[in-house]
């Protein structure tokens, strides 16, 4: 029997929470938050799991940055508005968790003391596994972000990187998904300009 606190491809679904432009200067590390999104992005999409992002108050805090905006138009991830901090809270982005219907959800964006602890405490609520990629998420301040993934992980979540959560949804070498796999953990661009925030 396959453990449910393993990333299992049949199960799981991607939550892209609020990478945008006016937020993202001001985040601790934001340029490896940028770039283990679209790793996690690439990779998932060679195993052709769902995904969904949000944008908080777009007017204010600006769209989605452009890197991570290519991939949604690249892999046609739908993107939804959002006021709430909690993606749960928001009756559009609920709803359309509620459609692809995966008992495990993997989180990655900012902040990992606000929309995304806010979120994961939601979906722990509504009986998701919750896997938050530490590497693809990310505060201002560095206790802050220490303090929300320690308190995602008290109420349950599971917390690991991208490179983990890849490997889990792969489960075995010698596939072609695989091979593809590889040029995404030795290249997470894909050739693309890393961005620099």
Known sequence: ML???????????????????????????ATDVLVASGQLIHGMAIF???????????????HTHDYIGRLFKQYEIPLLEKMAFSTCCEPSVKDRINEIDRPQVVVVGIEAHVCVLQS??????????VFV???????????????????????????????????????????????????VVKDPGLGAAIPVV
């Open 48 to 62: 052709g799991l769902p995904m969904l992002a949000t944008e908080q108050y777009p007017e204010g805090i600006g």
């Open 120 to 129: 994961t405490l939601d979906l722990l609520a509504m009986g998701c596994d």
């Open 133 to 183: 990629c530490a590497d693809a998420v990310g505060s201002r301040r560095r206790l802050d972000y220490e303090q929300g993934l320690s308190r995602m992980k008290q109420e349950g979540a599971v917390i690991t990187s991208v490179e983990a959560v890849l490997f889990e949804t792969c489960h075995r070498s010698g596939t072609e998904q695989f091979k593809r796999l590889l040029k």
């Open 3 to 29: 453990n449910a606190r393993k990333v299992d491809p049949d199960r799981a679904m991607v939550l892209i929470i609020d990478l945008q432009t006016k937020l993202l200067p001001q985040i601790d590390g």
